[in-house]
């Protein structure tokens, strides 16, 4: 099989892809938005053209804003990020963003979140987080429950929880690039997605395993003796084409609600775009891999 | 066989009924889908009630006040279905709060919803029409009835509880208003203009007392003296002094999506529905041919018991909920993609097409089990997790992998069994094939 073959080169890959994802987050950083620090978040429209953004920076200045950040986007409009804003601030909006009413504006979104339900959210998804790896844990350790041989069923384990590290650090090393590039922040949304890839990625890589064990078992069954590296070979070429037409339909309709679906919900598709993409690889061109490798460990350990 | 052929009619009379059923109630309007704030347009404010002062014990009955209060003033702001409920929410997070929260469809005017719902308690006097009978005193018909007066409630200096008795008659509890300097001339004024006629005091637009004017009223002072328990008159003065709500509250987070900007995200929502089903079927057929049809037949059904559901349960969509629908399209077939596989797999090892069939469904089984499970315990820890925006991704999330693991399974079974292919020609083989040489 081509791919276990040629695992050295598919080891460099992941590690590559790993390396950027890390070193992306450490440069860029994740931007924390509005649903974990608190703060408003306002989508001015200008159908009639929108002012310079320095004319927009004096208005917003000369109302007391501070630590703001303004943004272009679309073609008409402006995102403004800020504090808290006072009773008359929110008053006077339309007119604080159209200077001299020279731009007629409309509101299309205005979303406070108080420093409270900021934390209290940070902490859910904390929580949460902690409790779908958990819970995903148990699920691995149930699946290969199992005794077999010649890997024992913890090293599978710890493999399938490799390759979900690895799931969720590329797109999290996305993001983190995304945010310098474009200004996306972390979201509520985002942690749903993150958690989501979890609990679709982890089978896959269950399955390519289940199906090494099966075939294991039938070399037992028949005393046949084959290399480990060409059973997981054949499980990988049998699963490959499973694996990777699951994951299509998903990403199919994934870039169409990317290119087409509604604005709120891009950054959301995008990154379980790359989470699921990055799933399937981990999937066919680590796991089984790595399980290869970690085999040959032993055999020349026990040598 | 016709066994299998009858029921694979019935799935599809079943499903083309209940997806006329969808189709008929959107054309007429008569069960639109509960669309969310960020998709039809409107304000969401969530507020935190200081209970520092306030036992445990009253907790609930404190919150339910509140949030009787609050929806009065909310009616009278002419919302159309206003939702207004008491949330409890953070017990892990170490913190524990009761909150309020508020959803104003239609109203994009955050300061002016903000104001409605912070305000003290709006205490008005009105006359009544000349010529109007008195008995009428619901809100509806306020305004019909009865016309401003002159004097306003901010001509209120203070309010209190007293007791007032005729001769030989209990005592009776009566909220007394004081009026300001100014106050006490208009008053003044009024009642000795208006003898003999009706009126009104209202508290947030409901009549408390309607008394008949009978003499002139020149010291500043009005008796609201309506059938009062000591206890109810109490809270009125108080209320009328400080606000009226039961419970101190604080805004802490808000939201305002205009009608425009929802609109545009629901017919987004739907155009890429549409083109994700059509690109998952296109792919279908072409991948897996003739059960690749029988898969889209099952997607169809999927999305069409879905939608009913939304109806059914009701679902209040919003835009992270299409987005889990969507997704959930995406991964229905995902069940279809692995018996599909297998069963090829069963057809290659020389089985015949009714073997392969239920080989494949049989072996596929476990692993579409599996995969479900994984994406459930997703769903669920989100939806407990949730803000209602999390909360509506996980809900369709959650309920996209139950039916679709019904559809999926069930009814491609069904169909793939009802077709009875028994064959194993070249012709066959070709239908079931992929488009993989091997």
């Given at each position: 099989?081509?791919?276990?073959?040629?695992?050295?080169?598919?080891?460099?890959?992941?590690?590559?892809?790993?390396?950027?994802?890390?070193?992306?987050?450490?440069?860029?950083?994740?931007?924390?938005?509005?649903?974990?620090?608190?703060?408003?978040?306002?989508?001015?429209?200008?159908?009639?053209?929108?002012?310079?953004?320095?004319?927009?920076?004096?208005?917003?200045?000369?109302?007391?804003?501070?630590?703001?950040?303004?943004?272009?986007?679309?073609?008409?409009?402006?995102?403004?990020?800020?504090?808290?804003?006072?009773?008359?601030?929110?008053?006077?909006?339309?007119?604080?963003?159209?200077?001299?009413?020279?731009?007629?504006?409309?509101?299309?979104?205005?979303?406070?979140?108080?420093?409270?339900?900021?934390?209290?959210?940070?902490?859910?998804?904390?929580?949460?987080?902690?409790?779908?790896?958990?819970?995903?844990?148990?699920?691995?350790?149930?699946?290969?429950?199992?005794?077999?041989q010649p890997v024992s069923s913890w090293q599978y384990g710890?493999?399938?929880?490799?390759?979900?590290?690895?799931?969720?650090?590329?797109?999290?090393?996305?993001?983190?690039?995304?945010?310098?590039?474009?200004?996306?922040?972390?979201?509520?949304?985002?942690?749903?997605?993150?958690?989501?890839?979890?609990?679709?990625?982890?089978?896959?890589?269950?399955?390519?395993?289940?199906?090494?064990?099966?075939?294991?078992?039938?070399?037992?069954?028949?005393?046949?003796?084959?290399?480990?590296?060409?059973?997981?070979?054949?499980?990988?070429?049998?699963?490959?084409?499973?694996?990777?037409?699951?994951?299509?339909?998903?990403?199919?309709?994934?870039?169409?609600?990317?290119?087409?679906?509604?604005?709120?919900?891009?950054?959301?598709?995008?990154?379980?775009?790359?989470?699921?993409?990055?799933?399937?690889?981990?999937?066919?061109?680590?796991?089984?891999?790595?399980?290869?490798?970690?085999?040959?460990?032993?055999?020349?350990?026990?040598? | 066989?016709?066994?299998?052929?009858?029921?694979?009619?019935?799935?599809?009379?079943?499903?083309?009924?209940i997806g006329w059923y969808v189709y008929s109630s959107q054309?007429?309007?008569?069960?639109?889908?509960?669309?969310?704030?960020?998709?039809?347009?409107?304000?969401?404010?969530?507020?935190?009630?200081?209970?520092?002062?306030?036992?445990?014990?009253?907790?609930?009955?404190?919150?339910?006040?509140?949030?009787?209060?609050?929806?009065?003033?909310?009616?009278?702001?002419?919302?159309?279905?206003?939702?207004?409920?008491?949330?409890?929410?953070?017990?892990?997070?170490?913190?524990?709060?009761?909150?309020?929260?508020?959803?104003?469809?239609?109203?994009?005017?955050?300061?002016?919803?903000?104001?409605?719902?912070?305000?003290?308690?709006?205490?008005?006097?009105?006359?009544?029409?000349?010529?109007?009978?008195?008995?009428?005193?619901?809100?509806?018909?306020?305004?019909?009835?009865?016309?401003?007066?002159?004097?306003?409630?901010?001509?209120?200096?203070?309010?209190?509880?007293?007791?007032?008795?005729?001769?030989?008659?209990?005592?009776?509890?009566?909220?007394?208003?004081?009026?300001?300097?100014?106050?006490?001339?208009?008053?003044?004024?009024?009642?000795?203009?208006?003898?003999?006629?009706?009126?009104?005091?209202?508290?947030?637009?409901?009549?408390?007392?309607?008394?008949?004017?009978?003499?002139?009223?020149?010291?500043?002072?009005?008796?609201?003296?309506?059938?009062?328990?000591?206890?109810?008159?109490?809270?009125?003065?108080?209320?009328?002094?400080?606000?009226?709500?039961?419970?101190?509250?604080?805004?802490?987070?808000?939201?305002?999506?205009?009608?425009?900007?929802?609109?545009?995200?629901?017919?987004?929502?739907?155009?890429?529905?549409?083109?994700?089903?059509?690109?998952?079927?296109?792919?279908?057929?072409?991948?897996?041919?003739?059960?690749?049809?029988?898969?889209?037949?099952?997607?169809?059904?999927?999305?069409?018991?879905?939608?009913?559901?939304?109806?059914?349960?009701?679902?209040?969509?919003?835009?992270?909920?299409?987005?889990?629908?969507?997704?959930?399209?995406?991964?229905?077939?995902?069940?279809?993609?692995?018996?599909?596989?297998?069963?090829?797999?069963?057809?290659?090892?020389?089985?015949?097409?009714?073997?392969?069939?239920?080989?494949?469904?049989?072996?596929?089984?476990?692993?579409?089990?599996?995969?479900?499970?994984?994406?459930?315990?997703?769903?669920?820890?989100?939806?407990?997790?949730?803000?209602?925006?999390?909360?509506?991704?996980?809900?369709?999330?959650?309920?996209?992998?139950?039916?679709?693991?019904?559809?999926?399974?069930?009814?491609?079974?069904?169909?793939?069994?009802?077709?009875?292919?028994?064959?194993?020609?070249?012709?066959?083989?070709?239908?079931?094939?992929?488009?993989?040489?091997?």
């Amino acid at each position: 099989m081509f791919i276990v073959k040629h695992r050295n080169v598919f080891f460099a890959i992941s590690a590559l892809a790993t390396l950027a994802a890390v070193v992306s987050i450490a440069v860029f950083g994740l931007k924390l938005g509005l649903d974990f620090t608190g703060g408003t978040l306002i989508q001015a429209t200008y159908a009639g053209g929108r002012p310079a953004p320095e004319t927009l920076t004096q208005s917003l200045d000369a109302a007391g804003f501070k630590g703001y950040s303004l943004r272009e986007a679309n073609t008409e409009d402006y995102i403004l990020r800020a504090g808290n804003l006072a009773p008359e601030v929110r008053e006077n909006l339309p007119s604080i963003l159209s200077p001299e009413g020279s731009n007629p504006v409309a509101i299309g979104q205005l979303t406070e979140v108080g420093p409270t339900i900021g934390l209290e959210l940070r902490n859910k998804a904390l929580i949460a987080l902690g409790l779908v790896l958990l819970c995903i844990l148990f699920f691995i350790a149930f699946a290969f429950r199992k005794v077999s041989q010649p890997v024992s069923s913890w090293q599978y384990g710890l493999i399938a929880l490799l390759t979900l590290c690895f799931d969720v650090i590329v797109p999290v090393g996305f993001f983190a690039f995304l945010g310098y590039a474009v200004g996306v922040q972390v979201d509520a949304l985002f942690v749903t997605a993150v958690l989501t890839i979890l609990g679709y990625s982890v089978h896959d890589t269950i399955v390519v395993f289940d199906r090494t064990r099966e075939n294991l078992r039938i070399n037992h069954d028949r005393n046949r003796k084959e290399p480990f590296e060409e059973v997981a070979g054949r499980a990988l070429s049998q699963t490959v084409v499973r694996s990777t037409n699951t994951s299509l339909t998903t990403a199919l309709v994934l870039m169409v609600l990317f290119v087409l679906g509604p604005e709120s919900t891009k950054y959301f598709a995008l990154t379980l775009l790359v989470g699921i993409i990055t799933g399937t690889y981990s999937s066919i061109f680590l796991a089984t891999p790595l399980l290869v490798t970690v085999e040959q460990w032993r055999r020349q350990k026990g040598k | 066989m016709w066994q299998k052929r009858a029921l694979a009619l019935v799935i599809l009379v079943v499903g083309t009924g209940i997806g006329w059923y969808v189709y008929s109630s959107q054309v007429d309007a008569s069960r639109p889908f509960k669309l969310g704030l960020d998709l039809s347009g409107g304000t969401q404010l969530v507020y935190r009630a200081k209970l520092d002062a306030i036992k445990g014990s009253d907790v609930a009955d404190s919150m339910a006040s509140l949030r009787d209060t609050i929806e009065r003033r909310v009616n009278l702001f002419g919302v159309s279905e206003p939702i207004v409920q008491t949330e409890h929410a953070g017990t892990l997070a170490g913190t524990s709060e009761e909150r309020l929260l508020v959803e104003l469809p239609g109203v994009t005017d955050t300061q002016k919803a903000i104001e409605l719902i912070g305000q003290t308690p709006v205490l008005e006097f009105r006359m009544l029409k000349e010529g109007a009978e008195t008995t009428a005193t619901a809100s509806s018909t306020v305004n019909e009835l009865f016309e401003p007066a002159a004097i306003t409630g901010k001509d209120l200096k203070s309010a209190e509880l007293q007791f007032q008795g005729g001769a030989g008659q209990l005592n009776e509890p009566v909220v007394v208003l004081h009026f300001n300097a100014e106050g006490a001339r208009i008053f003044a004024e009024l009642t000795k203009n208006n003898v003999g006629r009706t009126f009104g005091m209202f508290l947030d637009g409901v009549a408390i007392s309607t008394p008949v004017i009978r003499e002139a009223i020149p010291d500043g002072t009005a008796v609201i003296s309506g059938s009062f328990t000591p206890v109810e008159a109490k809270e009125l003065a108080r209320n009328l002094n400080y606000g009226a709500l039961p419970v101190p509250i604080e805004l802490v987070s808000t939201q305002t999506v205009s009608g425009t900007l929802g609109e545009k995200a629901v017919q987004d929502g739907i155009l890429a529905a549409l083109w994700g089903v059509g690109a998952v079927i296109l792919f279908m057929l072409l991948w897996y041919r003739l059960p690749g049809l029988l898969a889209a037949v099952a997607l169809t059904l999927y999305i069409v018991a879905m939608l009913a559901l939304f109806q059914l349960i009701p679902v209040t969509l919003t835009a992270a909920g299409i987005a889990a629908f969507i997704l959930s399209i995406g991964m229905a077939v995902d069940a279809n993609v692995l018996i599909f596989e297998r069963m090829k797999e069963e057809l290659r090892g020389g089985k015949s097409a009714a073997d392969a069939i239920h080989d494949g469904f049989a072996r596929a089984w476990p692993s579409i089990r599996d995969s479900n499970i994984s994406s459930m315990i997703t769903a669920v820890i989100l939806f407990w997790f949730g803000t209602s925006l999390i909360k509506g991704f996980a809900l369709v999330f959650g309920l996209g992998v139950l039916v679709s693991m019904l559809t999926a399974i069930s009814v491609s079974r069904t169909f793939l069994l009802a077709l009875d292919m028994q064959a194993k020609g070249g012709f066959t083989r070709f239908l079931f094939g992929s488009g993989t040489s091997n």
